[in-house]
């Protein structure tokens, strides 16, 4: 009901193959972020975009890439998925940059690379 | 890296019981977020602090940002079994700085009020 959606929910990949995450808005937020959820590390962000082809990189984003071609969706491609690359990833999306607002979650996908 | 850690990172304690969760960090933070996960979920904004030695109360839940916007606390007054989840904090922009909206995480801490 927040308007945002991850695909696919669950996906088990095999080493070396290329993957695409999905995240698509319906609030037309300006922000959207990518973060990785692992046991022990919290959230770690990975990209994140502050506009239409504007996108910058987070803390944890060797492997990864991303693309923002229009408003609603924001894509996060594993180039060659490796082992550590499983975790459950998350996006989400900001109405502005500041100090009180704050993040709406997509409920996340599972990427299992085997 | 400015880092967020999270105290203590299991609870588990009865229905009806208070508890406290810490979160501390060395750097200034703009804002202060905090997040109730559920299995299987993504995170729910909870409540946002701005004010250093703010303190904001949602029903059973009481928040307090630090004086010095270096650390928070949450406050659980008769804890319930749906109150169980992971609880993240989460700090939002070095001050003076342009952040683009990143919050920086804590680990979290897993919270089992049992019946």
């Known amino acids: 009901d927040a308007g945002i959606t991850q695909s696919p929910r669950h996906k088990v990949t095999e080493t070396g193959t290329p993957v695409t995450l999905r995240c698509h808005q319906t609030?037309?937020?300006?922000?959207m972020y990518w973060y990785r959820q692992d046991p022990g590390h919290g959230l770690r962000l990975i990209h994140y975009?502050?506009?239409?082809?504007?996108?910058d990189k987070g803390e944890v984003s060797d492997g990864y890439s991303v693309s923002r071609s229009k408003t609603e969706d924001f894509l996060l491609t594993l180039e060659s998925a490796t082992s550590s690359q499983t975790s459950v990833y998350f996006c989400?999306?900001?109405?502005?940059?500041?100090?009180?607002?704050?993040?709406?979650f997509g409920s996340g996908t599972r990427l299992t690379v085997v | 890296t400015q880092l967020l850690e999270q105290s203590p990172q299991f609870l588990s304690i009865q229905e009806g019981e208070n508890l406290t969760v810490y979160c501390n960090s060395s750097?200034?933070?703009?804002?202060l977020q905090w997040y109730r996960q559920e299995p299987g979920e993504g995170p729910v904004l909870l409540v946002t602090?701005?004010?250093?030695?703010e303190v904001k109360k949602l029903k059973r839940l009481t928040f307090q940002f630090g004086d010095a916007r270096k650390d928070s606390s949450l406050h659980i007054t008769a804890a319930q079994p749906g109150d169980t989840g992971l609880y993240l904090c989460?700090?939002?922009?070095?001050?003076?700085?342009?952040?683009?909206?990143?919050?920086?995480f804590g680990q979290g801490t897993i919270l089992t009020v049992h019946p």
């Open positions: 602090v701005v004010t250093g030695g």
């Open positions: 609030e037309n937020h300006r922000y």
């Open positions: 989400a999306i900001s109405e502005r940059q500041g100090l009180n607002y704050g993040y709406t």
């Open positions: 750097s200034v933070f703009s804002s």
């Open positions: 975009s502050y506009g239409v082809k504007d996108t």
């Open positions: 989460a700090g939002g922009g070095v001050a003076g700085g342009t952040s683009y909206g990143k919050l920086t």
